[in-house]
């Protein structure tokens, strides 16, 4: 198992930027997808973003293609998520999520284990 914890959500004018973190527990994070979700008010969750497990092959909601990096650092067992060109609409809670399912997979019930959530708003 795999224990999540994000850090580093705040409030940011439009068009600034903002990192998340995610640390994990374990001894063999390297062997987890490790993805990004977020859930507006009102809204479900939806993806953002994943990475795989030795960091080679990511993926991308359009929504925050060429906006959202996400990376790894398996000898930290931490994922990041650098936010720019923020939008009122990326205002969310950011989830950060893993599972040892095949592939990189957008599909929220694809993912096993889930961090508590941290706020990024955006404002106007």
């Known amino acids: 198992q795999v224990q999540l914890v994000e850090s580093g959500g705040g409030l940011v004018q439009a068009g600034g930027s903002l990192r998340l973190s995610c640390a994990a527990s374990?001894?063999?994070?390297?062997?987890?997808?490790m993805g990004w979700f977020r859930q507006a008010p009102g809204k479900e969750r939806e993806f953002v973003t994943a990475i795989s497990g030795n960091g080679g092959r990511t993926r991308y909601a359009d929504s925050v293609k060429g906006r959202f990096t996400i990376s790894r650092d398996n000898a930290k067992n931490t994922v990041s998520l650098q936010m720019s060109s923020l939008l009122p609409e990326d205002t969310a809670v950011y989830y950060c999520a893993a599972t040892l399912a095949p592939l990189v997979p957008m599909q929220r019930q694809m993912y096993h284990y889930w961090g508590q959530g941290t706020q990024a708003t955006v404002s106007s």
């Open positions: 374990g001894r063999t994070f390297s062997s987890y997808v």
